[in-house]
């Protein structure tokens, strides 16, 4: 079982940036495929960025160019960089991990973007 724990949110201005970190308790080259999702209070949990094992990506259509999913193999961590923050991107913050049809959620990260 893959273990993921998420860390890095907080409260941050409109505009501001925060980096999220995901750290697996085993290789992440390992997993098929890692990842962050998102959730707002009533609202469908949704893709914010996602990695492959090769290292495609691929981004909520939201995201436009702000975000950035990135890994470092030797910490078996994740990273999400956000930029340019909106507030309409509150939310809690989630990493998964899909392995052989399986998907693995770490506790999420309460993100807050406010003035």
């Known amino acids: 079982q893959v273990r993921l724990v998420e860390s890095g949110g907080g409260l941050v201005q409109p505009g501001g940036s925060l980096r999220l970190s995901c750290a697996a308790s085993?290789?992440?080259?390992?997993?098929?495929?890692v990842g962050w999702y998102r959730q707002a209070p009533g609202k469908e949990r949704e893709l914010v960025a996602r990695m492959n094992r090769l290292g495609l990506t691929n981004y909520g259509d939201f995201v436009k160019g702000r975000f950035t999913i990135s890994r470092d193999g030797a910490k078996n961590t994740v990273y999400l960089q956000m930029n340019s923050l909106k507030r309409e991107d509150t939310a809690v913050y989630y990493c998964?991990?899909?392995?052989?049809?399986?998907?693995?959620w770490g506790q999420g990260t309460q993100v807050t973007v406010s003035s």
């Open positions: 998964n991990g899909e392995r052989n049809s399986r998907d693995y």
């Open positions: 085993e290789s992440i080259l390992s997993i098929n495929a």
